[in-house]
């Protein structure tokens, strides 16, 4: 009996000193969680071009090696020692983020250059085609936190280098593009005044970012043109087809019909549904012969009762087919509505007297 209650004793101490080690742990966790180390970064993200593209494995390998090589180059001319940077490999290039550097206040701007120029130099004697490539270079600057990652070692998060990857995403090979925090820094120095070009990009979850591309005619190792991704897009000659005319005839005949049961949740999906079939029932009418088959007519009652009946389907099912008619006929001429695809507007009145006049006869009002 008394064996028992000592080894009670014993389980109860041995399960509180768990306890108490746990809770010693996890107060840990909580101030590492709590207190971030935050740092002022300026970061240099590089992507080589095409690195995969008709290249082999051990040129992709030379690659990296080559450009690890310049950029510790570049780094020790501007006698940045180990403790005020971090290199995070990306695959494909790396981050070089720069910590608490101050002066030059361009340094971000002159080591990415020096990169550039080395690169031209490289591949001016390179003769394996392989082993030339390009980089293209997104720079931006934050407050972010140091972290530790899976491997142990010190790395970044933070909006900053979030926005240094968008903002390289939108280069073209050997172009620099900087987020609004390093321009707004620079854009004030004479030397820097006119040297920027301001875009406006959507990226990733659709956030809008103002981003400025650094040009200087005089280096030729600096891709000075447009970002392909802000060349406009040449317009091309666009003619409604029949189908798309005859969706833009129902939704201004039907408009008041439209008004009354657009509502809110299914109800603009199974508008977009009916006016879609119709629109297909019109063009398979005036395509009937004497001794043809007859047409297959999707909708066969009054346009309420047909809507009351799409209603009454399962909403995925009415979802989808609203995206099919978008996908197949809607999508190209949705400039042409002033609400998503159910009011036309006056653009879309004068495309549908432009290209289609005979279907535009048909118009009950204009």
Not at 201 to 222: I, P, R, S, W
Not at 297 to 324: A, G, M, P
């Amino acid at each position: 009996m008394r064996l028992i209650k000592w080894k009670r004793k014993a389980n109860i101490k041995s399960a509180k000193s768990r306890t108490a080690a746990a809770r010693g742990a996890l107060g840990t966790i909580k101030r590492t969680i709590m207190e971030p180390k935050t740092i002022e970064a300026k970061h240099i993200f590089i992507d080589i071009v095409n690195y995969t593209y008709n290249r082999s494995v051990e040129a992709q390998t030379d690659l990296i090696s080559f450009l690890n090589d310049y950029v510790n180059k570049a780094l020790e001319k501007y006698n940045i020692t180990p403790d005020q940077r971090l290199y995070i490999p990306t695959g494909d290039g790396m981050c070089i983020s720069l910590i608490n550097i101050y002066t030059p206040y361009d340094i971000h701007i002159a080591i990415s250059l020096d990169i550039l120029k080395q690169i031209q130099a490289h591949n001016d004697f390179q003769n394996d085609e392989m082993r030339k490539f390009n980089i293209r270079i997104g720079i931006n600057e934050n407050i972010d936190n140091v972290i530790i990652d899976i491997n142990g070692n010190q790395n970044i998060s933070g909006s900053g280098i979030n926005y240094a990857s968008r903002i390289e995403g939108l280069c073209d090979a050997g172009q620099i593009i900087v987020g609004n925090s390093v321009y707004e820094k620079l854009v004030q120095r004479e030397k820097y005044m006119k040297s920027f070009v301001t875009y406006v990009a959507e990226v990733k979850h659709n956030v809008q970012l103002k981003v400025h591309q650094y040009k200087n005619k005089d280096l030729t190792y600096l891709n000075n043109e447009i970002p392909s991704r802000f060349k406009p897009v040449p317009k091309m000659i666009f003619r409604l087809n029949e189908i798309q005319a005859y969706y833009l005839l129902n939704c201004i005949n039907n408009v008041e019909f439209i008004l009354k049961n657009v509502g809110s949740g299914q109800n603009q999906y199974s508008l977009q549904t009916l006016l879609g079939q119709l629109s297909e029932d019109f063009y398979e009418k005036t395509k009937v012969t004497m001794l043809g088959p007859r047409p297959t007519i999707k909708v066969n009652r009054q346009l309420q009762e047909h809507f009351n009946h799409i209603q009454s389907v399962d909403f995925w099912i009415i979802c989808d087919l609203s995206t099919y008619y978008i996908e197949k006929y809607l999508f190209q001429i949705k400039s042409f509505f002033s609400e998503p695809y159910l009011i036309v507007n006056e653009s879309g009145k004068e495309k549908l007297l432009e290209d289609q006049p005979e279907i535009a006869k048909q118009l009950k009002i204009m």
